[in-house]
């Protein structure tokens, strides 16, 4: 019975060691995913002008009367005038779309009658067009009212494919961060080590708005050609980047 008891006590301390020397490896591996207890994290942007490359525009074709297939023969008749003038301008049938159709009752209250009634209709057809010449901007919005078109929309100008610009703007932000990081790390007599995280905030361009329509609003088509000046744009590309010290 006491020799059991000794063979017993033998293999629970050589178990014991086993189960050590498999645990150390897994505490080690734990202690260096730990999140080390100094670090710095550091923030920069970098920014670079550039000219716009597209002008966008919206037109609209409005009708009102009373018989709701008459308005869409004359709608119909007044869009395909006015996108036939733009491709004649040069406008390729990819950068034309079609954005809303909308056929509304226009309802009138009868005060005698105490009641409402439909006395007519509303047919509103928008467009959207991109234009990448900007010299054909002028005589587009010019020619427009001539084909029937009534309601003009802001011109904006906007870069087309920002993404390769804040590529740019991008590296010079990490730049000017890790610059930072290493002088805050100097000035505190520390060491950056191992970059432990970063993130991008990078932002496009605010669309541009032409002055001659002014920001945002709808203007009555006119067969004057508006002057448009498409001037240029910022865009900004923010970072920040966690270092740890050592």
């Known amino acids: 019975m006491e020799n059991t008891y000794e063979k017993l006590k033998a293999a629970l301390v050589?178990?014991?060691?086993?189960?050590?020397?498999?645990?150390?490896?897994?505490?080690?591996?734990?202690?260096?995913s730990l999140y080390p207890s100094r670090t710095v994290t550091v923030s920069a942007d970098g920014k670079i002008t550039v000219s716009p490359d597209i002008a966008t525009v919206s037109f609209s074709v409005l009708t009102q009367g009373a018989d709701p297939?008459?308005?869409?023969?004359?709608?119909?008749?007044?869009?395909?005038?006015?996108?036939?003038?733009?491709k004649s301008e040069g406008l390729e049938s990819k950068d034309i779309a079609t954005t809303s159709y909308n056929l509304s009752p226009n309802y009138e209250y009868d005060k005698y009658?105490?009641?409402?009634?439909?006395?007519?209709?509303?047919l509103t057809q928008t467009a959207n067009l991109k234009i990448r010449d900007?010299?054909?901007?002028a005589p587009i919005l010019g020619g427009l009212s001539e084909r029937g078109v009534n309601q003009i929309g802001s011109?904006?100008?906007?870069?087309?494919?920002?993404d390769k610009y804040l590529a740019s703007a991008r590296s010079e932000a990490f730049a000017k961060a890790a610059a930072k990081a290493a002088e805050m790390a100097k000035a505190t007599g520390a060491h950056l080590g191992r970059i432990l995280g970063f993130s991008d905030y990078g932002s496009g361009p605010q669309p541009y708005y032409s002055a001659a329509e002014g920001r945002g609003g709808?203007?009555?088509?006119?067969?004057?050609?508006?002057?448009?000046?498409?001037?240029?744009?910022?865009?900004?590309a923010q970072v920040s980047i966690t270092y740890e010290l050592q």
């Open 69 to 86: 297939v008459k308005l869409e023969t004359d709608n119909a008749k007044r869009m395909t005038d006015a996108i036939n003038f733009v």
């Open 134 to 137: 900007f010299s054909k901007v």
């Open 155 to 162: 011109v904006t100008f906007s870069v087309e494919d920002a």
């Open 113 to 122: 009658r105490k009641t409402t009634y439909i006395n007519g209709y509303t």
């Open 14 to 32: 050589v178990g014991g060691i086993i189960v050590a020397l498999v645990a150390i490896p897994s505490v080690i591996a734990w202690g260096n």
């Open 218 to 236: 709808i203007m009555t088509a006119a067969s004057v050609a508006p002057p448009v000046e498409p001037g240029t744009q910022e865009l900004t």
